[in-house]
């Protein structure tokens, strides 16, 4: 059945054409509309791609029971709550440095708009009238820049405020003083500091709990009755309120904005401000970038749709060394042998050992582990399961994970174990390898060993070692008229215990499964899916 994918912001037309040509897909495009106008489609979609328009907050989600993937086509999610998409296992992506240079020349118009009143002379002109001298402004050559987030777009802000001639500085205390040396910007410690020091302040950061409200009235005070104040990152960064009265009583010389607090219906008083200099978000407004945008969303939503890791996920993990075939292939194997053990545990579990053996002992298995994990929960949690929130389901079963390596293993080139125990003496050992990174085998649980493909249907059967059950089991599940696809056997000890499995081409019922069970010597059986 097609995934349906809903989009609520205006995408560039190739990224709309690539969707509509994907049959696997059903599109559903309403651009800029209101929540009411897409909530039924909302509740069919299993994709859903926005611009800022859209908020994704709790409100939405719980009308999206299908949703797996959220593609923000732009950089700002700011407006998705993190949290609750990734406790329901939702992707959340987007597409940074894709509109960073037409965010970063935005914020040069608009300085430069403000500081010659371009746009003023503009409306004068078109008004019919010619006084040149109303519009004397000031040059941005020799000014003093202050950049507050040196990211994609700030370092870019910096190299074009430097093409000017203009004196560089910023504030970001996550990056390193070395990216400062690198875009010949010099490094201010302090906000407060940096707005003392220059003439124009600049904000390029994401909004969050500790940007937001970050320029206030001391930080406005210490940029004084000559210096500009820019936003083209997020409304919010600078409270709207404090910067509206720094305007009025002349605090500051004025303001170039994109973004405000609340889009579409910004603060009144702000905008119409003489002082104030405003465009309605539309920093990545550009043909180059949306083009560049939606191609990404293309390429990352048929990763996402196909079980890939993607570039620019937001909420997922941190996974390492994605594009080994290696660690691609025993996280496969990783899932099927979660997914397996969350089908026949018999305890609950409250320990995982994981054991890397040969060559991926040296790699970092993070998706491996996670992937155990995906598969594991998939089985035993109610709800959608994803990368996303496997390992916050993990930890919500209060199962405590660590991890063993050994790369001198001899035995295969890799190998995989993972050891599982509950409270008590209760263990369940799982293991398996992969040849050629393509062929998956299931070659241990507990102490019977195998090479099995795990997949399909599979049973599980647990007995004495005594003659005559293999017989029965096949003549049950003849009688049940179930076709046994393989059959692998493996015992401990001669006259102790033994373990088959079996692939079937069909599922099995409960009555059938018990009707197994009945079996003379059998102690256990599990039907297994994969
Ligand atoms: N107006 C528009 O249409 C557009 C707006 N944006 C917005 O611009 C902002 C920057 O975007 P990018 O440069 O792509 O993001 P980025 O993630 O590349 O850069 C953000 C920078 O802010 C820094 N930072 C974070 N917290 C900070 C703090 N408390 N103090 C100082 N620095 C801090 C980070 O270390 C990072 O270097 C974002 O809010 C984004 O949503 C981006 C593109 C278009
Ligand atoms: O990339 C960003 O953060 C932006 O602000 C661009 O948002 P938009 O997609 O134009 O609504």
């Known amino acids: 059945m097609a995934n349906v994918i809903l989009i609520t912001g205006k995408l560039h037309p190739e990224a709309i054409e690539a969707f509509q040509k994907d049959s696997s897909l059903e599109l559903i495009y309403k651009p800029d509309c209101k929540f009411d106008q897409f909530k039924t489609d909302l509740a069919r979609a299993q994709v859903l791609v926005t611009r800022s328009e859209t908020a994704i907050d709790r409100h939405l989600i719980d009308h999206a029971p299908e949703l797996k993937i959220v593609a923000r086509a732009a950089v700002g999610v700011g407006n998705i709550d993190l949290d609750y998409a990734t406790e329901k296992g939702i992707l959340v992506m987007n597409t940074p440095g894709k509109n960073t240079n037409s965010a970063a020349e935005l914020t040069l118009g608009l300085i430069l708009g403000m500081l010659r009143h371009i746009p003023e002379s503009h409306n004068h002109m078109k008004q019919g009238g010619w006084d040149r001298h109303r519009f004397t402004g000031r040059e941005l050559r020799g000014k003093k820049v202050g950049i507050v987030g040196l990211g994609n777009v700030g370092h870019r802000v910096a190299k074009f405020c430097r093409g000017f001639d203009a004196e560089v500085f910023a504030y970001d205390p996550y990056i390193s003083p070395a990216v ?31 940007t937001t409200g970050m320029v206030d009235g001391e930080v406005l005070g210490a940029l004084g009755p000559e210096g500009y104040f820019v936003n083209a990152a997020r409304g919010g960064v600078a409270d709207e309120q404090e910067l509206l009265k720094a305007i009025q009583e002349g605090v500051i010389a004025g303001a170039a904005l994109d973004t405000f607090d609340n889009e579409p219906d910004p603060l009144g008083e702000l905008v119409r401000h003489e002082k104030v200099w405003v465009s309605p978000h539309i920093g990545a407004s550009t043909l180059e970038a949306q083009l560049a945008i939606g191609k990404t969303v293309v390429e990352q939503v048929k990763k996402a749709l196909e079980g890939a890791v993607v570039d620019y996920h937001v909420n997922l993990p941190d996974i390492g060394v994605i594009d080994s075939p290696v660690i691609k292939s025993y996280s496969t194997l990783a899932e099927k042998l979660g997914s397996m053990v969350g089908q026949i545990i018999d305890f609950n579990p409250s320990h995982v050992r994981f054991k890397y053996r040969g060559d991926i002992a040296e790699m970092d298995n993070s998706l491996i582990k996670l992937s155990f994990m995906k598969g594991y929960a998939s089985q035993v949690v109610d709800g959608f399961v994803s990368f996303v929130n496997a390992s916050n389901e993990f930890d919500k079963l209060g199962i405590q994970c660590d991890e063993d390596a050994d790369p001198d293993f001899s035995s295969y080139r890799s190998a995989l174990k993972v050891q599982i125990t509950g409270t008590g003496n209760q263990s369940l050992t799982i293991g398996g390898v992969v040849f050629e990174n393509r062929h998956l085998r299931l070659t241990l649980v507990d102490d019977f060993y195998f090479e099995v493909e795990p997949r399909g249907h599979m049973i599980l059967v647990e007995n004495e070692d005594k003659p005559g059950v293999i017989g029965d089991i096949g003549h049950r599940l003849a009688g049940a008229n179930i076709n046994i696809s393989s059959f692998n056997l493996a015992r401990n000890t001669q006259g102790g215990k033994a373990m088959a499995l079996l692939g079937i081409d069909s599922s099995l019922s409960l009555p059938q499964l018990k009707d197994i069970k009945a079996i003379k010597y059998v102690t256990k059986v599990k039907a297994i899916r994969l």
């Open 180 to 210: 400062f040396q690198k875009n010949s910007v010099e490094q201010v410690k302090n906000l407060q500091e940096l707005a003392r020091r220059v003439d124009i302040l600049t904000v390029h950061v994401p909004k969050n709990k500790e």
